[in-house]
């Protein structure tokens, strides 16, 4: 496994706008979030369970009025932040694709296997 660096610890405020990134996943550059939330990081691929694309109309944008949810501009999924399942919406039960991620020395990393593990 190796880590590479997303961004600062300060760059995600709690249930605050999502920090963006981009990754390749399964063979293909990806946009992806990153949210805190109840002081944890949580990493997600950017694109609905629904239809797929991104989450945020407003770049960032992905916590509901109540800032308790993850909602999907486009229809109004809305999601657990903690684990991504979709609680309600037009793709209930269905969960945003997560990453492995880690928080230490300041800074949010993602965790990548290596291609030949
Ligand atoms: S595209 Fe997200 S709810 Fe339809």
Not at 36 to 63: K, M, Q, S, T
Request: proline fraction near 3%.
């Amino acid at each position: 496994m190796v880590e590479r660096l997303i961004c600062t610890s300060e760059a995600v405020q709690e249930r605050s706008l999502a920090y963006r990134f981009k990754l390749e996943y399964h063979g293909r550059e990806r946009n992806a979030i990153v949210i805190r939330y109840g002081g944890h990081v949580y990493a997600y691929i950017n694109e609905c369970a629904h239809v797929p694309i991104e989450l945020d109309y407003n770049l960032g944008d992905v916590f509901d009025l109540s800032r308790e949810f993850l909602i999907c501009s486009t229809h109004g999924a809305y999601y657990n932040p903690r684990n991504g399942l979709c609680l309600g919406g037009p793709c209930t039960g269905r969960r945003l694709q997560a990453l492995t991620i880690s928080e230490h020395d300041e800074a949010i990393w993602l965790i990548e296997e290596m291609k030949n593990e």
